[in-house]
């Protein structure tokens, strides 16, 4: 993914308020997508999100701010227009939203039915969909006959049955259990590297972000209030809201038992505890070796693993570590010097 394909979804100073004198749904977000990337927005229950996806399509109009999709303005589109746009934009919902009286053939042409495509047309457009999601089996089947996976395959072939350039993913996989989950993430990644789609979704789960985005923002009250590369945000979250998010997907959680366990300082010695992130150069230096011998301190591993995110390898670890206060302080100093993000948790 470089930073040099053109931009395809721009929010600008995007506010809502649903009722008069009511808080802000929309408090100022902004984004900006570039083609062929997939961008998370994650965010607590009422941040904002499904306002702010909805936005793109106008679904929900903004009191105030800008909508360009692929170079459009959005606000400035008269009905035919917009009509147009949307066709532009294929939405998947958390709940399917599928005709129950409909097969599965018939759910996915029903877009091209209401933009008055012939029959053999939506037949053929058909055909091409059904494989591209696994479904070729199921095409006479009604809803009611599908799993949860295939009911929300049948929705992502549905949004683009008229060859949208963008792809809007509305909590498409929190119905659902996590190992379809896992498969329909793979799918959506899949169809955005098969079709060049812009994928933007919102969740509640940082785990769906880590699965598929390239990128994320992060929503709190109306507001965007932290955003970059995954793997940064991952790495080196800033808000405490993301390192709270982080934390469930990522964190080590240090047990309490394990903590009461841990031996008291010795007299004139001070015992600290930090979560140490490797990344970078620095990734695979034996940091606690060195800083054990060249500072002086008994360092104790309490917790740690090596993940991988975006592709890249970062290793977490909880330490804690003895000696003089100022030599545990010259330590954490060095470790950030070589680009590994400490953090002190409570002792
Ligand atoms: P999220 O998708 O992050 O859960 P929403 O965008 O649904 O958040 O909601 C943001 C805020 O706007 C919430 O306080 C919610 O109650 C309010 N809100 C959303 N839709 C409406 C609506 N149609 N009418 C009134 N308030 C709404």
Redesign the pocket.
Known sequence: MTEERPVAIALTDITRR??AGG?L?LDGASLTLRAGEVFGIV?R???????LIRTVNLLERPDAGRVEVLGQDMLALDDAGLRAARRGMGMVFQHFNLHSRRTVAENIAFPLEIAGMPRDQRRARVAELLPLVGLEAKRDAYPAQLSGGQQQRVGIARALASGPPILLCDEATSALDPETTRDILALIRDLRDRLDLTVLL?THEMAVVKAICDRVAV?EAGRIIEQGRVFDVFTRPEHPTTRSFVAEVIGLGVPAGSLARLPAPRPGSARRLAQVVFTGPHASRPVVSEASRDFGLDLNIVSGRVDEIAGEPFGIMTLAAYGPAPALEAAFDWMRGLGLTVTELDA
């Open positions: 649903f009722t808080t749904a965010g229950s009422g941040a904002g999100k499904s306002t919102i929503m």
